[in-house]
């Protein structure tokens, strides 16, 4: 059954990052400017964060095989819709609907690993979904990059489509839930949102926000997104090329999960790695800003797609932060955070190289320190705010 639900999970990896490889095309075809192709790759993720929220109350009232199949269609309808636009509104549209229709994919991983696995396996098991998710990435390297290039950027949509109809219907066909106890009274909407305001509350819960609105959005900025131009426009690649290299940091980032899940240790050690990752990751942004060497970008890149895995190890913290009643929401307010960082910074990046050309500076500079100031600031906030208490650790 996770490895149905992973299905759902690996295409959401796929439509995330599918910008690195169309946004050659996109821009000719729609004279799109950098700024304008930011807003289309945060769309996805824009939409995707805001209706995590909704999604955790759907999966606590209705269970997570009801909550991904009412919401998974909406991202084929919003493949076919992307695949057939004939403007820039209508694509930026069906990213939009993508990004609600993937809402759900990860976050029914987490959740039905908190309720099956003993909690010493979450770290662990929630590396390994990450880990398989991560193979949609795959689909968006060399094979995305010889479709588009063979035949057009609408294609890529098609065959993700596609790919999602059978996602749909493997976790229609093997995922099963058990039987909500009849004697438990069903939480109403309100009391469910509710809920949310009191974790919010809570003090330790702005600086785990903040770091998670920036590790995982750098790396899905840089691979989708940015990485492609960066390779054709400062060195110089083809676009199948380009695509190699994308593939090889997915391949790459395939094995952080797991390895970060198993280096997993409780209690402030955990907090200190991930301090010490969070500062390390952001000086990887930096030297590919400033040092403009081919293979010191590569390299950087391949590290930085290893070194993403350490986001379990903040999904683990998550996990001991808060009261068990509350893990299912404090999951889904992460991932909001998550998602919403990705919209954000994906946004912030584009003004930045909108800003940097008008300005006369390389674009891919400013980006990429935008990136890295902005990974400083989280893990700073992440080190000095409230952390939890001991009361919720377990």
């Known amino acids: 059954m996770v490895l149905a639900l992973c299905t759902a999970f690996a295409l959401s990896q796929a439509y995330r990052t599918v910008g690195a490889i169309m946004a050659g095309q996109l821009q000719a075809d729609f004279k799109l400017s950098a700024q304008a192709l930011g807003v289309f790759s945060g769309a996805f993720h824009f939409a995707f964060g805001a209706m995590q929220l909704f999604m955790g109350i759907g999966i606590d009232l209705h269970g997570v095989r009801r909550t991904v199949l009412t919401a998974f269609p909406l991202a084929i309808a919003g493949a076919a819709l992307s695949a057939l636009s004939t403007n820039y509104l209508v694509l930026v549209a069906g990213q939009v ?90 939480e109403s909407v309100p009391a469910a949102l509710r809920q949310f305001g009191t974790l919010f509350a809570m003090p330790h819960t702005l600086g785990i926000l903040l770091l998670g ?41 395939l094995f952080g999960p797991p390895l970060f899940g198993r280096l997993d240790r409780d209690g402030p050690v955990r907090r200190r790695r991930i301090v010490i990752c969070g500062l390390a990751y952001a000086c990887l942004f930096a030297a ?84 890295a100031v902005l990974l400083v600031a989280g893990t700073a906030a992440f080190a000095w705010l409230p952390k939890p208490g001991a009361a919720f650790r377990s």
């Open 97 to 186: 609907l993508i990004g609600v229709g993937c809402a759900p994919a990860f976050l029914v991983c987490t959740v039905f690993i908190a309720r099956h696995f003993p909690a010493a396996r979450f770290a662990s098991v929630s590396g390994l979904v990450l880990g398989i998710g991560g193979l949609g990435m795959l689909l968006t390297g060399t094979p995305l990059a010889w479709l588009v290039q063979a035949y057009s950027w609408r294609a890529g949509f098609v065959v993700l489509g596609a790919a999602s109809v059978l996602a749909w219907l493997a976790i229609l066909l093997w995922v099963r839930e058990p039987a909500r106890e009849s004697a438990q009274p069903k």
């Open 288 to 371: 590919i800003a400033f040092l403009e060497s081919a293979w010191v970008d590569i390299a950087c890149t391949t590290l930085i797609g290893l070194l993403s895995g350490f986001i379990v190890w903040q999904y683990a913290d998550v996990r001991v932060a808060y009261p068990s009643a509350l893990t299912g929401r404090a999951m889904a307010v992460f991932t909001m955070a998550m998602f919403l960082g990705v919209a954000l910074m994906q946004w912030l990046t584009g003004v930045a190289a909108s800003v940097a050309v008008a300005h006369g500076i390389e674009s891919f500079e400013l980006v990429l320190a935008t990136i």
């Open 213 to 253: 609105a920036v590790t995982y959005a750098a790396f899905i900025s840089l691979r989708g997104l940015w990485l492609g131009p960066l390779l054709v426009e400062r060195h110089g690649y083809s676009l199948v090329e380009s695509g190699n290299v994308a593939l090889i940091v997915s391949v790459i980032s």
